[in-house]
């Protein structure tokens, strides 16, 4: 893969913002409605790669498509870099793949990407050049005249990230970005995606894989029956309170039990301090446990 020159323009205020969102949907033939997401305000800070993450029926992918424009909030407000996401301009710098994407699988990967890019309106000289930039990135550029009908599900992966890339987005919104992509191919997109963040591209994408959001992402946030239940930078979630952790050089095992004022005394000297990690995984599960233990005692 190669590298991306970096992005010139700077985006004043977040990359995405949404104040009090709330998506109700109703029951079609049932006298009831469902609440997808719940009063749910957010905010995505431009270059930052924000995860997003959930258990199914969460409102994970609501919000998402909220964020895109695709459905419209019963209640709040949505914005793309200051734009409203209703408005059709919020979305000329913003490139999106979804969990599975469809292509179609009788053009090749040159001519799917000449696609996308007449699409976004790229034309001549301007569009062969970045034809063979995102070709080039993403590692197909030996498999251009192949069909994608011939692509593993890396490779379509890969052809996906290259089309939500084809004109240059400020935000890169990735729903499942290695769904169905071996070990390899999964570090190839994480790499990319961190290459990405050096560029200036904001980054949002919402993954099962927990221990990849883990190494790539700045923030998270975890949503549980269409509630935010936890969010902030990925570092302070991951601390676990009320503990605090020592890594001592030349300490016996008395002084180990004596901490730090005997480790003073003594003439140990404290390497590191700081809060004991937990996991994402469990972070994420003791999070949306939560709402349900609730839920089950309020019934």
């Known amino acids: ?16 913002a949404l104040t009090g969102v709330t998506k109700i949907f109703s029951v079609p033939f049932q006298r009831r409605s469902v609440i997808a997401v719940r009063d749910l305000n957010l905010q995505v800070a431009a270059g930052q790669i924000y995860g997003l993450l959930g258990p199914n029926g969460s409102g994970k992918s609501t919000t998402l498509k909220i964020i895109l424009g695709l459905v419209t909030p019963t209640r709040g407000e949505a914005r793309i870099l200051g734009r409203a996401s209703d408005q059709v301009a919020s979305r000329e710098s913003v490139g999106f793949l979804p969990e599975s994407p469809y292509f179609y699988k009788f053009l090749t990967g040159e001519e799917t990407l000449r696609f996308y890019g007449k699409l976004c309106g790229l034309r001549g000289l301007s569009l062969k050049n970045r034809v063979e930039e995102m070709l080039a990135l993403v590692g197909l550029t030996s498999a251009r005249k192949r069909r994608l009908a011939g692509y593993s599900k890396g490779m379509l992966q890969r052809i996906g990230l290259a089309q939500a890339l084809i004109q240059e987005p400020a935000l890169l919104v990735l729903d499942e970005p290695t769904a169905g992509v071996d070990p390899a191919g999964g570090r190839e997109i994480r790499d990319l995606i961190l290459a990405l963040k050096t560029r200036g591209i904001t980054v949002l994408l919402s993954s099962h894989l927990l221990g990849q959001v883990q190494e ?12 935010l239940v936890r969010e902030g930078a990925l570092d302070d979630l991951l601390a676990i309170e009320n503990q605090t952790e020592f890594v001592l050089e030349n300490a016996s ?31 994420f599960l003791e999070a949306t446990e939560a709402p349900k233990k609730t839920e089950r005692k309020d019934s």
């Open 1 to 16: 893969m190669t590298d991306l020159p970096r992005r010139s323009e700077a985006k004043a205020g977040p990359a995405v």
């Open 216 to 227: 790539i992402c700045d923030r998270v946030g975890i949503l549980a029956n269409g509630v």
């Open 253 to 283: 095992a008395a002084l180990v039990n004596e901490v730090e004022n005997l480790a003073a005394k003594s003439g140990a000297r404290l390497i590191e301090r700081g809060r004991p990690r937990t996991s994402l995984e469990r972070l």
